[in-house]
């Protein structure tokens, strides 16, 4: 633009510093919105870490270009404000989200978070995620669970290793001292006669001259 106005200049430098300054931006339109119902949308977004500011598409366009922002170029239609974030962006998304539910005439548009452009169903997923304060707890705690885990079994080797070799120590002692082998505990078996000398000793027979009764003599014939 030929010879801006100061003014004009000092608005695309607010923007352009703003943007980078911030942690995340989202664009809306709010065209049919009521200055009562704007007042209440700024408290809502300061709450949630965000700031509406209204300006000229013109404006807005000549300070994101040839810069990182530049992407947004294209959400630059009809009414613009934009809700600079310092913070957690998916609260000031979701108080968007929450106040265009009561208030149609709000409409979002779409963001950036750092560099990146998220479209409006985007900036819909960012609003339905928990705070940035929970997200970091829960994924403090994924990291942390495996770690604690990983404490008690180091822990608990010594220990287990302690407890290993007294019980070792233990049946070693047993085996030495304590019990008798099994071949000296046990009764020993009833030694066995030979056999010669436990069975009845047989009856000796007579001779059979000696046991057999003597003939009866013939008396002689007379």
Do not use: C, H, W
């Amino acid at each position: 633009m030929d010879n801006p106005r100061a003014d004009k200049v000092a608005v695309v430098d607010e923007v352009r510093e703003r943007l980078a300054a911030s942690d995340g931006a989202v664009l809306t339109e709010y065209r049919g919105l009521t200055v009562a119902a704007l007042a209440n949308l700024r408290r809502e977004l300061a709450a949630a870490g965000g700031d509406y500011k209204v300006y000229k598409n013109t404006l807005v366009r000549l300070a994101v270009a040839d810069g990182p922002k530049e992407s947004i170029r294209d959400l630059l239609t009809g009414p613009t404000a934009i809700a600079f974030v310092q913070g957690d962006v998916s609260a000031v998304a979701k108080a968007l989200r929450d106040f265009s539910k009561a208030n149609p005439n709000l409409v979002i548009k779409g963001g950036i978070v750092g560099d990146g452009l998220l479209s409006a169903s985007e900036m819909t997923v960012l609003a339905d995620l928990p705070p940035r304060q929970t997200l970091l707890a829960q994924f403090a705690g994924a990291l942390s669970a495996p770690m604690q885990q990983l404490a008690g079994l180091l822990e608990a080797l010594p220990r287990n290793l302690a407890y290993g070799f007294s019980a070792l120590l233990d049946q070693k002692r047993s085996e030495e001292g304590g019990e008798a082998p099994a071949a000296e505990t046990a009764e020993a078996p009833a030694e066995e006669a030979p056999a010669a000398e436990t069975a009845a000793a047989p009856v000796e027979e007579a001779p059979a001259a000696e046991t057999a009764e003597a003939p009866v003599e013939e008396a002689p014939a007379e």
